[in-house]
């Protein structure tokens, strides 16, 4: 019953996420891989114009490679899990962004 309940909640969110920029998708991704909200969108404004969308995909679904969610993880953490992915372009990037948002 409670699932039948959540059903329209589910359906707008997906909606919504559908209609959002590739830059607020990256947003959201690296808040939800345990960046904080300043950093995810200090780094994410400056990726956006540095990487395929393709590459913005990969780098926003980094919350999923930990199952759950990590509380302020620290970008040595969060490097090792870009460094996962396999692309150097976006190990690149988003090393010289974390370290130019981290100076902010």
């Known amino acids: 019953m409670i699932r039948l309940a959540l059903f329209p909640l589910i ?7 559908s209609c ?4 607020t998708r990256l947003r959201n991704g690296l808040h939800n891989a345990g960046l ?6 200090c780094m994410a404004e400056r ?13 926003s679904a980094l919350g999923s490679l930990e199952g ?6 620290s970008l040595g953490t969060f490097l090792h899990k870009v460094r996962a992915l396999g692309d150097p372009e976006i190990l690149t990037v988003s090393t010289s962004s974390a370290a130019l948002c981290a100076l902010r």
């Not at 359906?11 to 996420?17: G, V």
């Not at 959002?20 to 830059?23: L, M, Q, R, S």
């Not at 904080?36 to 969108?41: G, P, V």
């Not at 759950?68 to 993880?73: A, M, P, S």
């Open 11 to 17: 359906a707008a969110s997906l909606a919504l996420a």
């Open 20 to 23: 959002a920029t590739p830059e």
């Open 36 to 41: 904080s909200q300043a950093m995810s969108a």
């Open 47 to 59: 990726m956006v114009d540095r990487l395929s969308l393709v590459q913005l995909r990969r780098l």
């Open 68 to 73: 759950k969610r990590i509380t302020d993880l």
